[in-house]
């Protein structure tokens, strides 16, 4: 991958459209089939030392942030360590505790994020460990931190990110599978894993062949002045992550909520003017999401849900192929970022450089 166009009309396209290959970059060579684990040379932690972590704490900004929830659910759910994400901008700013226990990992495609560098120096300073889970070698955040991973999303050149998303999402994946092998995930839990991480660089091109799907649904969501994107647990950070891509790329306003909260206020939002896009996968809360469109429906609200099968309620489905359901999230955004792209195409935006934005934020 280059700096070249190759025949795409933006970057933001050539970018959506390298995901497949980019996912198999970052699984490259970092999977260990003997011992249903993966090498992570990088990381600086021996397996005694990641026994001993008590706790994780993710730090990023924007859509590394989202990554970084993805990534902190990823974590509980294989290594049974507890997680979560919060933005570096935020968390520099309250005096927070620094707890010798806790392994902190700073999320950044760019490496330079200003708040992101100020937090790792911080905790630095406080005598933490910090892990980097960055994507441009050699970057401020990656020589900061004590050890960590790349990306290897490749270079990302459109203002809003795609591709390094999905790329930060898998090594999480990779690096919790990691963790989880320290402690009490099963060979065949990891083998489990490795199979689904396996499957992805296939799946991926299967979302995107279906691109003229997608790009006959924007046409729908051009007259949108707002929008309402819905997921439950593992899908409430792909919800997150899809409406800051169509709120960047297109400028219409897009709010996401768990849908489990639907009920406690946004419900008053709902009529045939706001649509709504569900993140609707095949798990365990497949009845749960359901319910929410139902609600949604009963007050006329237009639904374009993402899930594993066609979904009744729902306007328009786009079907994405099913994975583990640890590692759905990562596909599950997949087709949104192609819906704010033609969206956004159609509106006549500057897609590469949205207007008041900078590719990266070295500044306070
Ligand atoms: C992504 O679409 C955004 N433009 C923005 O939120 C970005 O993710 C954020 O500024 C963090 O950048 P970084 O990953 O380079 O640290």
Excluded at 232 to 257: F, N, Q, T
Aim: glycine share 8%; charged share 30%.
């Amino acid at each position: 991958e280059s700096w070249d166009m190759g025949g795409h009309d933006t970057y933001m396209h050539k970018e959506i459209s390298e995901q497949a290959e980019a996912v198999d970059r970052v699984l490259r060579g970092r999977i260990d089939d003997r011992f249903s684990t993966v090498h992570l040379g990088g990381l600086n932690l021996d397996a005694r030392e990641a026994r001993g972590v008590r706790r994780i704490k993710i730090l990023g900004c924007g859509t590394s942030y989202h990554a970084g929830q993805i990534g902190a659910q990823l974590i509980e759910e294989l290594a049974r360590i507890p997680a979560d994400a919060e933005p570096a901008s935020e968390f520099r700013y309250r005096n927070p505790v620094v707890d010798p226990d806790t392994l902190y990992i700073a999320v950044s495609q760019s490496g330079e994020t200003y708040d992101v560098l100020a937090a790792v120096q911080e905790l630095k300073r406080k005598g933490a460990r910090v892990l980097g889970v960055v994507n441009v070698v050699g970057s401020a955040i990656a020589r900061e931190a004590d050890g960590g991973l790349y990306v290897h999303a490749g270079p990302e050149v459109c203002v809003v990110s795609t591709k390094c998303f999905t790329n930060t999402v898998v090594a999480f994946g990779l690096l919790a599978l990691h963790l989880g092998r320290t402690r009490d995930l099963s060979v065949a839990d990891g083998r489990r894993i490795i199979a689904g991480l396996r499957r992805l660089p296939e799946q991926i091109a299967d979302i995107l062949s279906r691109e003229d799907e997608i790009e006959k649904l924007a046409e729908e969501f051009t007259g949108a002045r707002s929008m309402l994107f819905i997921g439950r647990v593992r899908g409430y950070p792909v919800a997150r992550e899809a409406s800051l891509k169509l709120k960047e790329v297109s400028y219409i306003h897009a709010e996401a909520y768990p849908a489990s909260e639907l009920k406690h206020g946004p419900l008053a939002l709902i009529e045939p003017a706001m649509p709504t896009v569900a993140i609707v996968p095949d798990d365990d809360l497949l009845e749960k999401n359901r319910a929410a469109l139902e609600e949604i429906k009963a007050r006329e609200g237009k639904i374009l849900a993402v899930a594993h099968r066609e979904q009744e309620k729902a306007d328009h489905t786009i079907v994405v192929p099913k994975n583990e359901d640890e590692l759905d999230p990562i596909l599950m955004g997949i087709p949104l970022q192609l819906l704010a792209y033609h969206t956004a195409l159609k509106l006549g935006r500057d897609i590469d450089k949205p207007r008041n934005l900078a590719k990266s934020v070295t500044v306070e």
